[in-house]
């Protein structure tokens, strides 16, 4: 199952490189959205095994989540997975996430970070 990832990215230069390569390496591509930054995340992400695209301006998530999927679009994916540039999302549940997919059990996933609320 061909699988692009996407992520949106807004000064992450510090933790994206990171992020990347964890789920280039689970994944067919990676499409990062530097959206506006004002860091180094453009150079950094550069430097990272992904398709690159900016906005020169922050136009906020959801718009450097729809440049990011209508590029993916392009890469004929079979299934998309969505995360955020600063680590909150663990690439190693790729897998655990795209599984049902795979199986023919589910059109969609949406997984939920457990949050330890003590």
Known sequence: MRTIAVIPCYNEGSRVAEVVRAV????DAVVAVDDGSRD???VVLAASPCVLLRHRTNLGKAAALKTGLLASLRLSPEALVLLDADGQHRPEDIPVVLAPLRANQADMVVAVRALDRS
């Open 24 to 27: 280039a390496a689970r994944v």
């Open 40 to 42: 180094d995340t453009a």
